[in-house]
């Protein structure tokens, strides 16, 4: 009789630490729920820029592009390229590019412009077409080559662009970052100016 009654105790003790674990995981659960929507993200916001405490009537402002290039120490003065050129297109005269990027000297990293002017053909008009993004560099070996590619990725989120540094030009890629073969020898660079 006494076995019984200090197993019934026994089960008593655990079945206590059992609800003492249960509830210690449930307050665990509930504490970090009411928190998932309270997520810091460290991160600097561009200058002139209107943040979510501030009167969501406010009056718009106008970001420059450049604006938002995160300076890094040690990576060198600002410096801005600009190149400018027609390549080919498909159902038309040529695609007028005229690109401004803007970038710490030692960094692989910055900003662009893009100015797009699709070309009318006789009488027709022209059609521009302006975006802005983000710029990484990155180097690669192509068949044998040493290159860096240039990736343009606009804010927009519509297609990137791919050129790669061929002396001080840029020459445009495909979309899987391959050169352009053309049967017609077409004209795929961007000049800097």
């Given amino acids: 009789m006494f076995g019984v009654i200090k197993c019934e105790e026994k089960i008593r003790v655990c079945m206590k630490n059992i609800y003492f674990v249960l509830l210690i995981v449930l307050m665990a659960c509930f504490s970090c729920s009411r928190n998932k ?3 810091h993200y460290e991160y600097e916001l ?8 501030e009167d969501l009537f406010a009056i718009p402002v106008t970001v420059n592009i450049q604006d938002s290039l995160v300076i890094k120490k040690n990576m060198g003065e600002v410096v801005e390229m600009q190149y400018e050129g027609v390549l080919p297109a498909a159902d038309g005269p040529g695609i007028r590019y005229e690109l401004d990027i803007w970038k710490q000297e030692e960094s692989d990293e910055g900003v662009f412009w893009l100015s797009t002017t699709y070309l009318g053909d006789q009488g027709e008009e022209d059609h521009t077409y302006v975006s802005e993004g983000y710029l990484h560099i990155t180097p690669r070996i192509y068949e044998g080559n040493n290159e860096k590619v240039y ?6 989120g519509s297609t990137p662009l791919y050129f790669v540094l061929d002396g001080e030009d840029l020459t445009m ?3 899987l970052m391959g050169h352009i073969s053309s049967k017609t020898n077409l004209n795929y660079t961007l000049k800097k100016k």
């Fill in 37 to 39: 929507n309270k997520i």
């Fill in 46 to 53: 561009p200058q002139n820029t209107v943040t979510e405490e």
């Fill in 151 to 156: 990736s343009l990725a606009p804010l927009d």
């Fill in 173 to 175: 890629l495909d979309r």
